[in-house]
């Protein structure tokens, strides 16, 4: 008769060795990579910031955390219960099997909704599996690539990055008119000039164009930026066209970077054979998860591409991303990597030195939420951002 371990442990309390390894490095009594395991429940959780959190439970008590997109914030909570009818009663370690099944089961395929629901409970199934196994999310994928991340944030001593990321700005940030005059042009340069005078040559710094310049704009700011070095210029113009930001490309020497509202490998795909970006900026809360972002780096890196995944949320979102970017060889850079998220983690992230945040190093995805503090923040997810233009009262890309 076979005999269930975890059953064993619990009921006879027979701790052995391996029961007590097993113990230590995960979030249930006694659970291990060969026990039969099932998801028994799942839940969501929208924040009054509009961040999206899944918990996925198990009848072993090993939890997964994962985060959605925030824009269309109650869809997505709303679309993962209906993926629940699915999940429940299976075993949360066939990670890749269940990404196929959510993606392929429904007749109606990707979409920034969809993926992002996707992107969460992946996210989720991979810190279950690796509280089963011990170990962090990375060396399920291979082992790591580096031993520490570099990453990008907010410039201070506090913070510890020497990469920082600045949006494009007059002297009032809206709107972007389809051609901007010599005016506008050449306040956004003495910006940015100065800033480069201030912060000197060993600071490394994206400009954020946020898809919401038009391209006859674009192509006269990314010129005149030019001679202040930036490192990358991000989102040029909006990804819906992309043979519109391949022809921008070959007219600046300055890298494209694109990606925060491309999803799955079939929306990069053409991004990479168009060359329409040299960076990719895929999101992994949106974009696929865990799963999905490791294969989009594979198709990347064939392009010699490197992947600085997008990152405007929570714990989860940078836990995941940076299990992602210590496990491919063509990473580059994490966004927001010096938010440290104190107020929803049980225990702060180890501390970014000299631009590089430490691998995490619990199983899963290597960080503990703290529920009661998550369940506080729990409300009404913010508005849209509608964006007017000031001048005429037409809607305007922000």
Known sequence: MAIDRRNLLRGAGLLGLDAMFTAARTDAAAVGPNDVIK???????????SWVFVKVST???VTGWGEMLKDDAKACAAGAMEVANYLVGQDPCRVTHHWQAIHRGAFYRGGP????????????????K???YGVPVYKLLGGPTRDRVRVYGTLSDKTGVNAIKVRLQGKKRYPFKYNEGQMFVEEVVERFKALREKVGKSVDIGVEFHGAVQPPTAIVLMKALEPYFPWFYEEV???LNVDIMAELAKKTHIPLATGERIFTKWGFKEILEKRAAMILQPDICYAGGITELKIIAGMAEAYYTPMAPHNPQGPCSLAASLQLAASIPN??????????????????????????RPLLT????????????????????????????TDDGSVIDW
């Open 362 to 389: 619990d199983p899963g995805l290597g960080i503990t939420i703290d529920e009661d503090k998550l369940r506080a923040q729990v409300g009404e997810p913010r508005p849209y951002l509608t964006q007017y233009d």
């Open 331 to 356: 990473f580059l850079i994490q966004e927001r990597g010096d938010n440290e998220y104190l107020d929803l983690l049980k225990k702060p992230l180890p501390p970014v030195v000299n631009g590089y």
């Open 113 to 128: 909704v969809k993926t992002a629901i996707q992107s969460g409970i992946d996210q989720a199934l991979w810190d279950i």
């Open 39 to 49: 998801v028994t429940k799942m839940e969501t959780f929208v924040l009054k910031n």
């Open 130 to 132: 690796g509280k089963v």
């Open 237 to 239: 113009v909006q990804a």
């Open 59 to 61: 009848d072993a008590g």
